[in-house]
């Protein structure tokens, strides 16, 4: 086995990204998963991604690829609660707030990107991190082990360890169900966020259909997938109240919640990205989007670099990060922790927080811009 000067951990979309990002520059890559080749390509999420990630995939040749579905208008509301706040694409001057796009989908244009670029790619095999030998990755299969010495290490395995101490775990007692729901009149490409005492739920427009994450405590999540499906809709309907009229839901799927950050995502020839750097709750959508905004800022440091797990390079490389990736964050935790429960103060407030975006528009695109680019297109 040939031994490349990067090796990526997780041939998610963060590490297929990351690896795209890095071909044709001076470092030979490789890709490892534990799972077969093309395994993400059957992720039942639904992601929306920020108008910023649509430029990097359309760098890596990947967006012209994909099925989406533009966002042109986001309606942000609570149950039981006044104030309501509209994002409208027509204040931007773009083609959509955002685009809407099946993770599996994603990973299969990434995935067919991959082979086109001839990127070698190791699969059915466990990878760990030596932590003595900087850059040394032991991978394990079935009928063999191997040793790889690389310049770079990239740790894109999609998970943590709670009990590592380098994690920060903030547990949200939440998780997501998600499921396709279909709806009686056609939805003109308005994204709708609820925010309900149980927590967030959202509908995206997704080709003709919406995509819903419906988050609540883990014994009502599965108390939903135990219904039958015309239960589960008047559930889903009574959360979101009468703006939207569904008429049909698909099987469900769930998600356990938390936030986890590392709290230093490089260490000696190594980086963490993606979801191994920080996974974040879904309500603002902005757990990929992140990740890629990482990958682009790495890419270029390596790309740049003679030896890429220099501890400058690295270093460079966090520095780079550190507002947007704290900033996003801090955002998506306050989000979830200010809208997740049913204190009177704290709903009237919420209220007058949706009201005071909806009738400032510098308040409402300083918001708008945010999420579509990161802390990077603050003024
Ligand atoms: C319900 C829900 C909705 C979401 N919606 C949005 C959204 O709207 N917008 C958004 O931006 N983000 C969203 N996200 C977040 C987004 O899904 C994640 O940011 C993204 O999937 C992370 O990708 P990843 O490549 O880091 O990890 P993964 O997709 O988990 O990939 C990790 C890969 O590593 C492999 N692996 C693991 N361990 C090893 C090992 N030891 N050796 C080798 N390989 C290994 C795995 O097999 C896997 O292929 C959502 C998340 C959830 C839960």
């Given at each position: 086995m040939k031994t490349p000067d990067i090796a990526i951990i997780g041939a998610g979309p963060v590490g297929m990204a990351l690896a795209l990002a890095l071909h044709g520059g001076p470092h030979t890559v490789t890709l490892i998963d534990a799972?077969?080749?093309?395994?993400?390509?059957?992720?039942?999420r639904v992601l929306a991604l920020a108008h910023g990630t649509r430029l990097t995939l359309e760098r890596l040749g990947v967006w012209g690829h994909l099925p989406t579905t533009p966002i042109r208008h986001i309606h942000i509301s609570q149950q039981d609660g006044f104030g309501r706040t509209q994002l409208n694409e027509s204040d931007y001057?773009?083609?959509?707030l955002g685009h809407v796009v099946r993770a599996g989908d994603l990973a299969a244009a990434l995935d067919d990107a991959i082979t086109a670029a001839s990127i070698p790619v190791i699969d059915h095999s466990e990878a760990d991190v030596d932590p003595e030998l900087h850059g040394r990755v032991q991978l394990r299969r079935t009928d063999a082990t191997d040793t790889l010495d690389c310049q770079l290490v990239v740790c894109a395995e999609g998970g943590m360890r709670?009990?590592?101490?380098a994690i920060r775990v903030r547990d949200y007692g939440q998780h997501a169900v998600i499921c396709m729901a279909t709806p009686a009149?056609?939805?003109?490409n308005t994204a709708y966020e609820r925010f309900t005492p149980n927590g967030p739920v959202a509908l995206l427009p997704c080709g003709t259909d919406f995509a819903v994450v419906h988050t609540a405590a883990p014994e009502q999540a599965e108390a939903w997938l135990a219904l039958d499906d015309t239960a589960y809709l008047a559930e889903l309907q009574q959360a979101f109240g009468h703006r939207v009229k569904l008429i049909g839901v698909s099987p469900r799927e769930r998600f356990p919640l938390q936030l986890r950050v590392?709290?230093?995502?490089?260490?000696n020839r190594q980086v963490w990205l993606g979801n191994a750097a920080q996974t974040l709750h879904p309500v603002a959508g902005q757990g990929l989007n992140l990740a890629l905004r990482d990958v682009w800022a790495l890419a270029r440091r390596l790309n740049a670099a003679?030896?890429?797990?220099d501890a400058q390079v690295l270093s460079a490389y966090l520095r780079d990060r550190r507002l947007d990736r704290a900033s996003t964050v801090g955002f998506t935790d306050t989000l979830v922790r200010l809208f997740s429960n049913d204190l009177p103060p704290l709903r009237g407030l919420r209220g007058l927080g949706l009201l005071a975006l909806d009738l400032a528009p510098p308040l409402r695109h300083f918001v708008a811009k945010r999420m579509m680019f990161g802390a990077r297109a603050w003024p």
């Open positions: 799972r077969g080749r093309g395994a993400s390509r059957k992720d039942p001057a773009l083609d959509g709670a009990d590592d101490p009149v056609a939805h003109g590392r709290h230093t995502p490089v260490a003679t030896d890429p797990g």
